[in-house]
């Protein structure tokens, strides 16, 4: 079994910075793929960022410039560290990782972490 965990959300003022982290375990063979979605009340799930088992980043037009994902490979984790926050950025943050067990890889979910931004 895999399992995703997230922490590091919370209530920061408009300006501020959070930092998330997922942490995978279980019997992991390899991670290929990792990112960090969000969903906002009302709204679709949608990208936040994403980045390739070599470090290649991709990221949503929304947080470019603002946001930062990065990944330890020997530690199977992906964090999002976010700087200058909006009130836009509010949402439940998810992590997914496109994982390699036994099989062909399939993607994980974590269970969400919630950011509010709010002065």
């Known amino acids: 079994q895999v399992q995703l965990v997230e922490s590091g959300g919370g209530l920061v003022q408009p300006g501020g910075s959070l930092r998330l982290s997922c942490a995978a375990s279980?019997?992991?063979?390899?991670?290929?793929?990792m990112g960090w979605y969000r969903q906002a009340p009302g709204k679709r799930r949608e990208l936040v960022a994403r980045?390739?088992?070599?470090?290649?980043?991709d990221y949503a037009d929304s947080v470019k410039g603002r946001f930062t994902i990065s990944r330890d490979n020997a530690k199977n984790t992906v964090d999002l560290q976010m700087d200058n926050l909006e009130p836009e950025d509010t949402a439940v943050y998810y992590c997914?990782?496109?994982?390699?067990?036994?099989?062909?890889?399939?993607?994980?979910w974590g269970q969400g972490t919630q950011v509010t931004v709010s002065s």
């Open positions: 980045i390739t088992r070599r470090g290649s980043t």
């Open positions: 279980g019997s992991i063979f390899s991670i290929n793929a």
């Open positions: 997914n990782d496109w994982i390699v067990t036994r099989g062909p890889q399939e993607l994980y």
